[in-house]
């Protein structure tokens, strides 16, 4: 098992495997890929980019309902 790191996830301290990407996060909170968006440090992570986007300790994760309109 990967040691665990701190992350601010939604403004609240959480605890995750180091080596978690950010699209694990997703899955692991119960969301589907389409059903939240995603920021990480104050910059929007594209769903492409989640699985590619290793989390480190002390990233601030955002997650957001994706605003649909035109």
Do not use: H, W, Y
């Amino acid at each position: 098992m990967n040691a665990p790191i701190r992350i601010a996830l939604d403004g609240k301290d959480r605890e995750i495997a180091s080596g978690t990407t950010l699209a694990a996060l997703v899955a692991t909170l119960g969301f589907g890929p389409a059903a939240v968006g995603t920021a990480v440090n104050g910059r929007f992570v594209a769903r492409g980019l989640r699985e590619g986007l290793q989390l480190q300790a002390g990233d601030s994760v955002l997650l957001f309902q994706p605003i649909a309109g035109g």
